[in-house]
Nanobody, 130 residues
Framework: QFQLVESGGGLVQPGGSLRLSCAGS????????IGWFRQAPGKEREGVAC????????YYADSVKGRFTISRDIASDTVILQMNSLKPEDTAVYYC???????????????????????WGKGTPVTVSS
């Protein structure tokens, strides 16, 4: 059974950094559009960063632009979300998602109305607090 597994969440102080990792069980992430999403209590799910590994195109939500970086680790076949300058409003459960046929514009994968995602991870919690 195909699965996505997130890791790297935790508690960090404002201004700190965390590195989230997404790995695929029994499939190669290089062939999929990958997105990082987050959902805070009482809020709608938000697509924060998406990547099309085949074209190396990336998208970032305005709320994280300049602070978060999505990338592929080819050696380990993982997708990394490097989060810097974290703010309390970044507190949420972060999910990794995979799309077998990513849209032409990778930002569409991150859109709340997009329904083409095939696989979701179970999430990793991130808490930004002093």
């Amino acid at each position: 059974q195909f699965q996505l597994v997130e890791s790297g969440g935790g508690l960090v102080q404002p201004g700190g950094s965390l590195r989230l990792s997404c790995a695929g069980s029994r499939f190669t992430l290089a062939y999929y559009g990958i997105g990082w999403f987050r959902q805070a209590p009482g809020k709608e799910r938000e697509g924060v960063a998406c990547i099309d590994p085949a074209k190396n195109t990336k998208y970032y939500a305005d709320s994280v632009k300049g602070r978060f970086t999505i990338s592929r680790d080819i050696a380990s076949d993982t997708v990394i979300l490097q989060m810097n300058s974290l703010k309390p409003e970044d507190t949420a459960v972060y999910y990794c998602a995979a799309d077998t046929y990513p849209p032409f514009t990778i930002g569409t994968l991150c859109a709340p109305t997009y329904t083409g995602i095939d696989y979701w991870g179970k999430g990793t919690p991130v808490t930004v607090s002093s």
